[in-house]
C-alpha cells in the first residue's frame, strides 16, 4: 500500500511540474507574440510622430501627386468649350475679384499676349467684360460675367465629379484624414505662393 501511494504522490507532482512549465511557457511566449503583431500596430502613430521628415522629398511627393490630380481633372469634360485654360482664369476672376489683363498673364504664368487672345475669346463668349480700372483711369479691369461664374460652377462641377464618387468610397476615418490634409496643404501653398492657391 505504502509503495503504491507513494507511486501516485510521484504522478501528482510530475503533473504540477508539467503545468508549471506549461504555464511558464505560455507567460513567456505570450509578450513575444504581442511584440511580433500587437506592438507595431499600437505604436505606429508614436513612431511616425518620432520619425524625421525629408521635406524635400515630401514636397517632391506633392508636386507628383498635383501632376497626377491635375491630369484627372484636364481628362473630365468641362463642357460648353471651357478649356483647361478658360476654367482657371475665370476662377482667378470670380474668387479673386476682377483683374487687369497684365495681372492675369502673371497669375496664370503666360505672355500678355497669350492672355489677350484668351480674354478676347471668353469676352466673345459673353464670359468676361472689360470695365475702367477704379484705381487707374487709363486702363480697363477684366471682371467674369454672371454667366461665366455660371459656366464655371457648371465646369467645375463636371470635372470633379469622377474624383467625388472616388472619395465617396473611402471610409469616414480616410474622409477626414484626407480633409485635414486638404486643409494643410491649403495652408502650404497660401505661404509659398499666394496666387497658387487662390483658385482653390
Known amino acids: 500500500m505504502g509503495k503504491k501511494s507513494k507511486g501516485k504522490g510521484k504522478d501528482k507532482s510530475r503533473k504540477k511540474d508539467r503545468k508549471k512549465a506549461l504555464r511558464l511557457t505560455a507567460a513567456e511566449v505570450?509578450?513575444?507574440?504581442l511584440d511580433e503583431?500587437?506592438?507595431?500596430v499600437a505604436n505606429l502613430d508614436d513612431e511616425r510622430r518620432r520619425r524625421s521628415v525629408d521635406t524635400t522629398e515630401l514636397a517632391a511627393r506633392l508636386a507628383g501627386l498635383s501632376t497626377v490630380l491635375q491630369r484627372h481633372l484636364s481628362r473630365a469634360d468641362a463642357g460648353e468649350g471651357l478649356t483647361r485654360a478658360r476654367l482657371s482664369a475665370l476662377a482667378l476672376l470670380v474668387?479673386?475679384?476682377?483683374?487687369?489683363?497684365?495681372?492675369?498673364?502673371?497669375?496664370?504664368?503666360?505672355?500678355?499676349?497669350?492672355?489677350?487672345?484668351?480674354?478676347h475669346a471668353m469676352e466673345a463668349d459673353g464670359l468676361v467684360v472689360r470695365e475702367p480700372n477704379p484705381d487707374d483711369g487709363?486702363?480697363?479691369?477684366?471682371?467674369?460675367?454672371?454667366?461665366?461664374?455660371?459656366?464655371?460652377?457648371?465646369?467645375?462641377?463636371?470635372?470633379?465629379?469622377?474624383?467625388?464618387e472616388t472619395i465617396s468610397g473611402l471610409d469616414r476615418a480616410e474622409c477626414?484624414?484626407?480633409?485635414?490634409?486638404a486643409d494643410v496643404l491649403g495652408r502650404v501653398l497660401r505661404e509659398a505662393s499666394p496666387e497658387s492657391a487662390e483658385p482653390g
Request: hydrophobic share 40%; aromatic share 2%.
Open 176 to 181: 477626414l484624414q484626407l480633409e485635414d490634409a
Open 30 to 33: 505570450a509578450p513575444a507574440a
Open 138 to 164: 487709363r486702363s480697363v479691369v477684366i471682371r467674369a460675367t454672371a454667366n461665366g461664374v455660371r459656366q464655371l460652377e457648371q465646369g467645375r462641377a463636371r470635372q470633379i465629379a469622377p474624383l467625388a
Open 95 to 119: 474668387l479673386g475679384g476682377p483683374r487687369t489683363l497684365g495681372e492675369l498673364a502673371t497669375a496664370e504664368y503666360v505672355r500678355p499676349p497669350t492672355m489677350t487672345r484668351l480674354v
Open 37 to 40: 503583431h500587437d506592438a507595431p
